[in-house]
């Protein structure tokens, strides 16, 4: 136990998959792990008990969001984010760094931080380094972000040598200003976009600064999945063992399985909680759309092998007229599914690597994705 | 008990409230009660579960949204209504009528029926009083509706006598098509608008006829509350004391107060549904807006009287935020709060005609919409 920051136990191995326990201020976080997204203070269409119920022990929130409403400090002087929120466990912040970049209205990158228009009300706001550790910090994060730059894919090695270099040094005045306290801990993110050189110096530099934990940034902005798993086998290995690593706004389930495969700990992504929104449901061998017409009369469950209580409750059927008729419940229920496929998608990872069985994990994972979606329904009857 | 139909019993009077019990194929409704929208099958932004949480025990099915879509004989084909949506207590359904004059696109109403086209796909459709009958007995409801024209208001006594005379014709024709059978019951409606007359002469009329519940249509579209309560006081004199009294589409807490002082039973409105995901909760003494920024740093719960989740758990600070935000978590908890507040309104009304005090209940609930809801927050201080 370290009596700062976090801490972290590696307690099984299985090829390079790994499953270990972060311990925060909030409790302990099992991984590998996946984070929901609760942007604006509220993982969207879930309550909180809700976004538990489904296995969750950790959600993100965004500092952009957050800072520009309700405001840092408004959250502070109401008790913090999780009391403000009423979640009960770990909340892990970004640093506002990608939204700026991606939902800003106008915004300049300088050595100083970045410079934007709210996309709320137009007001000029900086965020430099040292804001982001302070406004993570009035929120009350038990995992903080260094603020970073999120370069585009492709980007020339030049232009990702220097925006790498400029992260580095913010990720330093970011571990200068972040008070350590027990419980409270501040993750590096790796940055250098595809090219291997960059990324493992953006590793070596973040080790020499010393984190609690290290992230990859930079991926999930459209490269291949072949490319990401590629920079992720570059990547880890200059990662320190003893510490989480996190791939920041991953993925879909299996850009998951083959993460965890190569040695990642924690994920974030929107995609079952927005997807939920516009009828996406995930399945056992990939996705069903519940706005197609075939569903309309399909009695079955989103999937028979599931234990959701949405599986257990209503039909395809249900769904799809509620999605049809623009109903909130579509979105409800749904998200509710989504955040239970991914937290199960988690648990049988961990399970798979304390068992030692994860090659064989990954193959009927991809095996079953191979079969489609459309024979989820079916499984149950295969298997018996 | 009788047989067949739904049973009713009368248990306890208060001055001219009433507590009774009214069984149904699906359970016991306790009178008075409030019955929850659940337009499309659906109580628009709450999980069926949360709704019996809030102590419903029986929700309002509107037969215009779902024939149209996803279709009464499709729900049937997928095992009715309770089935559909995943609701195990009592289903009234209305009969149509309300929402073809309110929302079809072009309907004319002749002596067999209403013709319309459909607000979804514009296709023309007739319902016709057998048909309704049909639909709602494809549903599965437990109480069903007779079709009748509910009229506008102000309209002469000429045209309110010749609609109302059309609706008991109507009535008759419903009665003939209704299959009694044990647990499921049709109500008919007195019609008449504001004219003593054509509604004690409707009240008799279907009396003559005998159904399982009578209910008072035509009123909430406007009238004056003090007109609302004439008409009640000079109706219910007529319908029998043996069978359960219906006020359609009432009403606000002070409509529900007020009503079952002069005798009413139950209830449907959309109001606590709506206005949460407006950002309207009720409180005590009245109602909040949440939009209000004057709630953006208080940290009270919307009432620190009510024992509904919602309060327990979040503050209007955070219920303003979500508002603000646009958040569909904030017509989800509004929404609750406010069905768990007229659920309660009905325990304590049923428990003060138990109890002989009804009168003092009335003056209590008057004089704190007279303090008003900014004081909601302070009734526990003020009552310790």
Redesign the interface.
Known sequence: MTLNGINYELLATDENGRHGKITTAHGIINTPAFMPVGT???V?????DDVAATGAEVVLGNTYHLML??GAE?VQ???GLHS???WKNSILTDSGGYQVLSLAKRRTIEESGVTFKSHIDGAEIQLTPERSIEVQSLLGADISMVLDECTEWPISEVGAKASMERSMRWALRCKKTFKTKKGHGLFGIVQGSIFPKLRTESALHLEDIKFDGYAIGGLAIGEPQALMFEILEITTPFLPQNRPRYLMGIGKPSDIVGAVLRGIDMFDCVIPTRSG?TGQAFVRGGSLNLRNARH??D?KPLDVTCDCEVCQ???R??LH??V??G???A???LTKHNLYYYQKLMVNLRAAIIEKRLKKFKKTFFDEQKIGPNLAGEFKMKES
């Open positions: 604006a203070g509220t969207k269409a879930m309550t909180p409403r309700p408004r002087k109401l008790g403000f929120m009423n929104r309309a009369e009695k409750s209503f039909s059927a249900y007229h509620l049809k008729a109903e909130m419940l979105g409800m229920l």
